[in-house]
């Protein structure tokens, strides 16, 4: 009785794995069978991507048939719903950290290296004395336990207005802290200890020495001629100050030259404003630049507007040139005046053996940039029309408002305005700084200038 027991269990288990496999069904042991011997299943193929299936719909077995069953063929199954081709997220810009400064104290004035030589005496007995400490973590408001302490001295190593170094919590007078030294530094005034501030607080007390050391150092060669009106390009700072009677009156974003090809510092004069100016390229970038791209598309030059003069201004064809040879650095090449020249609408001409200016340019978009060190060398000015209006508002000699200056542009026609009285501009490098009023300020030494020994002309 157990043999026929065990047979009729055993038939009617088969049956049910024959039927499940024809129709799909789950198999359900019975319950007076024993229970058999495990099937195998052969290993689950990788899937395509899908939305998950609602929680209610059970999984679908993968297990195929046994070898010998020969089942009705299964329905087509059905097939999964397209899933909608996501379009790629468009890559966001990291958030802005730096801030064009709101002090009226102009970075540069004749006390400045007085100012700073006094500051760098203080810092010394600061890294004498041991330094400061390293934050090391993100802070802000709501923020407890010691690394608060820690930033309360790190601050007060600098600013003398924090009088409990040991409290443990964060409160208003440690935000106004923050702030501060977000300002000295030219950053977003967030109060939030995180990204570019945490790492401008981790630099050594020795860094900030050799910064105010450094740029004290170059100060001593500087023969400027202050007046009451007069504009100073700082380049670690990119900004571009108008001064008049010791107050910033405005103040600039500016792009200045890359690491490859530094804004050298320079003292001249502002003698005219070239309106709807045309661009005559230097011969450095008609070498580097310009031939080989010549080389690859002949094109090249007429797409620019861009013409070719011999030595006596007489237009060439620049298919009659070989690029490849050094012929091409023999001839001037010229852009035209238009919105797409590389100047674009305004340059304020300023006379200096480097051959440099401060302009407009076709691509406005890069102020929004934290990095603008991106030219070849010249100073590209945000706002450029507003500092041409100040230099033509009479007290220079011309007057021609902002209105006008504009429509001169929309017109097309160049215009040279001369200055009756000259300008002077000055471009510096000063990494460490302390204005008139005592305040000090630090910005990157992206051109690597503050090293020992190295205060070389650019």
């Known amino acids: 009785m157990k043999r026929s027991s065990s047979a009729r269990g055993l038939r009617i288990l088969l049956a049910a794995l024959l039927a499940a496999a024809a129709t799909g069904a789950p198999v359900r042991a019975q319950s007076e069978a024993p229970a058999p011997a495990p099937v195998q299943s052969a290993p689950t193929p990788a899937l395509p991507a899908a939305p998950a299936p609602p929680p209610a719909e059970p999984a679908p077995s993968l297990s195929p048939p046994p070898l010998s069953a020969a089942p009705e063929a299964p329905p087509p199954a059905t097939p999964a719903p397209a899933q909608a081709k996501r379009k790629p997220k468009p890559k966001l810009a990291p958030p802005r950290e730096t801030a064009l400064s709101d002090d009226p104290t102009p970075a540069l004035q004749p006390q ?20 400061w400490p390293i934050v090391g973590v993100s802070l802000r408001p709501g923020s407890k336990g010691p690394a608060v302490s820690t930033l309360r001295r790190r601050l007060a190593a600098e600013d003398d207005s924090i009088a409990d170094t040991a409290k443990p919590k964060w409160d208003a007078d440690l935000t106004a802290a923050v702030k501060r030294f977000q300002f000295r530094l030219g950053l977003k005034q967030t109060g939030v200890v995180a990204s570019a501030t945490l790492r401008e607080l981790d630099v050594p007390a020795a860094t900030r020495l050799l910064q105010l050391d450094s740029t004290a150092r170059r100060l001593t060669a500087l023969d400027f001629a202050f007046g009451p009106r007069y504009i100073v390009v700082n380049i670690p700072s990119t900004a571009v100050d108008a001064v008049e009677n010791d107050q910033v009156v405005h103040r600039y974003a500016a792009i200045v030259g890359d690491l490859e090809h530094h804004s050298p510092e320079l003292q001249t004069k502002v003698v005219a404003v070239n309106i709807n100016p045309t661009w005559t390229v230097p011969a450095s970038i008609v070498k580097n630049e310009i031939a080989p791209k010549m080389v690859k598309d002949p ?30 650095v023999q001839y001037t090449l010229r852009q035209d005046s238009g919105s797409g020249n590389s100047l674009g609408s305004i340059r304020i001409s300023m006379p200096n053996r480097y051959s440099v200016y401060m302009h407009d340019t076709p691509t406005r978009n890069l102020f929004a940039n934290d990095y603008r060190f991106l030219s070849h060398g010249c100073v590209r000015v945000q706002g450029v029309v507003d500092l041409a209006a100040w230099l033509l508002d009479g007290e220079s000699g011309p007057l021609m408002s902002e209105d006008e200056i504009n429509a001169k542009i929309k017109s097309g026609e160049r215009e040279d305005v001369k200055l009756t009285h000259h300008v002077p501009v000055a471009w510096v490098y000063m990494t460490g700084w302390a204005s008139a009023d005592g305040v000090v300020h630090f910005r990157d030494d992206v051109y690597h200038l503050d090293e020992v020994g190295d205060f070389a002309e650019q």
Do not use: C
């Open 112 to 131: 400045t290296f007085y100012t700073t030589a006094k500051a760098a005496d203080r810092y010394r007995q600061i890294v004498d004395a041991g330094g």
């Open 299 to 328: 094109t090249y030059l007429k797409r620019s507007h861009m013409r070719v003069l011999n030595a006596h201004g007489e237009e060439v064809d620049p298919r009659s040139i070989n690029w490849a040879s050094e012929r091409g």
